[in-house]
């Protein structure tokens, strides 16, 4: 029988920051009523077994709360006795699912996913509910539902069931079906007996070239329209300390009473005293002199900066949320080139903003992003706003997320400091960012968008209709960077898989999908010569630097701090160059100058194999098949001897594992053929020479 191990719930939190790191009590078969299923930070229970409400937010992964399951009201029915059994068999399905679950990239469970179980449980709940009036399935409960075909084919067979209604049956029956029948109390039907179509695999659009590149103008020019009176900002905030300043004297008169005739300064004051008034009357236009006012401004300052953020990064909307203050930080890539006097003509590093992410992992994590310009301007003026908040309510910075709640400003009791929640007008709608014409869909923005999805109608969606202003998401920004950076032909897929945090360059490939069908334009558009330009400054040019840069720097790690002989058609080259690094003859920051050039040029690159490593340019359909032989025969291979030997021991077991007769058996046998008859012609050769 399968344990019950500890909650999954807890498991997925590793050393979540902002979550609880305390476990729930251990799991038993039968919970009783004060068996604690999560706890808070301070280790306080929010969710107990026997109790009406379960809050699992300590638990959770999102940045964002999420909804206390109620049992209370769990449904609706005059019959007590039935819907409490309702209840208790829903807590009871819960409560499994939190031990045994194997849902999930790492077939964890997460809080939210509970929640969702938790609607599907009352939706067919519901359904029980609505049996009572059939003579023939009077009665039926949850366990009766799930555990009887016909009962759930009628369930299914609503004309209101939704299709996620579908999809979250489906997972649910996954997950009972994993549960030892002694355990749950019944069988749960086999998923195999209904159809349950998966629904249409439909990516987030790649922004078109005119309104991709016109949406990067537009927030590169804002954010440089603001960021210099980023200390203003930071000063007028600050300002807000005094619960009288900024508000109206009839408001202050309510508050404090007339004291001498003296009032503090409203806002329109406070606007003026700081130069503020063409940034917010002219610029963004804010409706009126108000706190109000001022914390929408700000709000829309920092949709600006998160999405500035995303566009260069690709971070997720969740990682972006989980930025905290104090989150740049710059890495050497490259050492500073030195004249003879020992001056630096040049110094190459990478400034990266740091922030978690929990996707794959199911825990926080933190990583860092490749970061130009206009992504640490953005984050500096966010961290001006953090510190303003910071001074008005007394706490310290580096405790606050970086997009922190602005409306706090608008408040007399000291809030929770959590990160902002947007809503979608502001990318388009009454505040929006984006109201110019330049952002409305063409005819050729749709020649273009069909490029990307070829399989796709995109003129047939009323959201991308021609003259529609463009439907802005966070996540379109990722896979567009995705898109362009690979068709871009100087950016490589490894590189598009580091940046986006993804664990197998397939996930990168499944979001620059269909980049061959479209033109180069990852760059700016230049509306008065009509030509598209790149320039010096530009983020394309980071990533040109960062991915040769660190190729080479793996490829001498592999070389050169490795014992291991080298050889195939670049292995040999390198292993005299490493003999003539030790006879001092070269030294290796001199080979390596030279390496990064050709890495620059195009002319070299490098990535790991199964026999050592490959300078080979451009992909490899030998290594996507997994032919390992193959390299032995290829001039771009390095073959290193430890890991020659390595696989041809391993292949000498594949080959004994199957029967003589089979083709596994062929294949293996031809496979350690190769790798030995490389070993005895070049490997024996190379050790002879050595020994001499």
């Known amino acids: 029988m399968k344990e019950g191990s500890l909650n999954v719930l807890f498991i997925n939190r590793g050393n979540a920051f902002f979550l609880s790191d305390n476990s729930p009590d251990e799991f038993v078969y039968r919970p009783t009523a004060d068996h604690v299923l999560c706890r808070d930070s301070n280790g306080n229970p929010t969710a107990i077994y026997g109790e009406d409400h379960w809050d699992f937010n300590p638990y959770r992964l999102s940045s964002k709360k999420i909804r206390v399951l109620s049992f209370g009201d769990f449904v609706k029915c005059d019959d007590e006795v039935f819907r409490s059994k309702l209840s208790e068999e829903a807590k009871f399905i819960l409560y499994l699912l939190m031990h045994f679950s194997a849902s999930g990239y790492l077939g964890r469970l997460s809080a939210s996913t509970l929640v969702q179980y938790f609607f599907q449980l009352r939706s067919m709940a519901r359904f029980c509910v609505s049996s009572l009036d059939n003579d023939l399935a009077q009665g039926i409960s949850l366990f009766d ?64 070239p005119r309104i991709y590149i016109a949406i990067m103008n537009h927030y590169e020019s804002l954010i440089e329209d603001v960021y210099p009176h980023r200390e203003k900002i930071k000063a007028l905030i600050c300002d807000l300390k005094d619960p009288l300043n900024g508000i109206t004297e009839s408001r202050q008169r309510a508050r404090a009473g007339v004291r001498s005739g003296y009032y503090h300064p409203d806002m329109s004051n406070l606007i003026e005293d700081h130069g503020l008034e063409e940034l917010l009357y002219d610029k963004f236009k804010i409706y009126s002199a108000s706190r109000s006012s001022l914390a929408r401004f700000l709000k829309r300052i920092q949709f600006l900066v998160k999405y500035v953020i995303h566009i260069y990064t690709g971070m997720r909307h969740e990682e972006c949320a989980r930025t905290y203050y104090g989150c740049l930080g710059n890495e050497l890539v490259s050492e500073p080139v030195l004249d003879d006097s020992g001056a630096i003509l040049d110094s190459a590093r990478m400034v990266s903003i740091v922030s978690t992410h929990t996707k794959f992992t199911g825990f926080k994590k933190e990583d860092t992003w490749l970061a130009p310009d206009s992504v640490v301007k953005a984050v500096k003026l966010a961290e001006s706003i953090v510190e303003g908040i910071a001074h008005v309510w007394g706490v310290k910075p580096e405790n606050c997320p970086l ?42 923005d749709l020649v273009h968008l069909q490029y990307t999805d070829p399989d796709r109608e995109f003129s047939q969606e009323e959201l991308f209709k021609e003259g529609e202003f463009w439907p802005l998401t966070s996540h379109q920004f990722r896979r567009s960077l995705a898109f362009y950076a690979a068709n871009s032909g100087f950016v490589s897929m490894r590189t598009v898989s580091h940046q986006f945090k993804h664990l197998a360059q397939m996930m990168a490939k499944y979001y620059s999908r269909n980049n061959h069908n479209f033109l180069s334009i990852f760059g700016r558009w230049d509306d008065r010569k009509k030509i598209k330009i790149n320039p010096m400054s530009h983020i394309a040019h980071d990533f040109q630097m960062a991915v040769p840069v660190a190729a080479v720097d793996q490829l001498f790690d592999d070389v050169f701090e490795s014992e291991a002989t080298l050889m195939g058609g670049t292995g040999s080259y390198l292993e005299k160059l490493k003999g003539r690094v030790q006879k001092g003859e070269i030294s290796v920051l001199s080979a390596k100058d030279t390496t990064i050039k050709m890495a620059e040029k195009g002319e070299i690159a490098y990535r790991n194999t199964l026999l050592g490593g490959c300078t080979k340019v451009g992909p490899c359909n030998d290594f996507l098949l997994g032919d390992i032989t193959a390299c032995l025969s290829c001039p771009g291979a390095i073959i290193r001897e430890d890991r020659l030997l390595s696989q041809l021991s391993k292949a000498e077991a594949d080959m004994e594992t199957f029967p003589e007769a089979s083709v596994e058996h062929q294949i293996a046998k031809m496979e350690v053929t190769k790798l030995t008859d490389f070993r005895d012609k070049k490997l024996i050769k190379v050790l002879e020479k050595a020994d001499a």
């Open 145 to 208: 539902l799930l555990s009887n075909s016909a009962y759930l084919r009628s369930y299914l067979g609503r004309k209101d069931v939704a299709k996620n209604q579908l999809k979250q049956t489906s997972a649910l029956l996954t997950a009972l079906n994993q549960i030892d029948i002694d355990v749950l109390g019944f069988e749960s039907c086999p998923k195999k007996l209904f159809n349950f179509e998966r629904l249409e695999d439909r990516q987030h659009p790649v922004i078109p």
């Open 403 to 444: 997009l922190i709640n602005v409306s706090i400003l608008k408040h007399n009791i000291k809030p929770k400091f959590t990160a902002t929640e947007f809503r979608n007008n502001l990318a388009r709608g009454g505040d929006a960012l984006l109201t110019s014409p330049d952002f409305r869909i063409t005819k050729d």
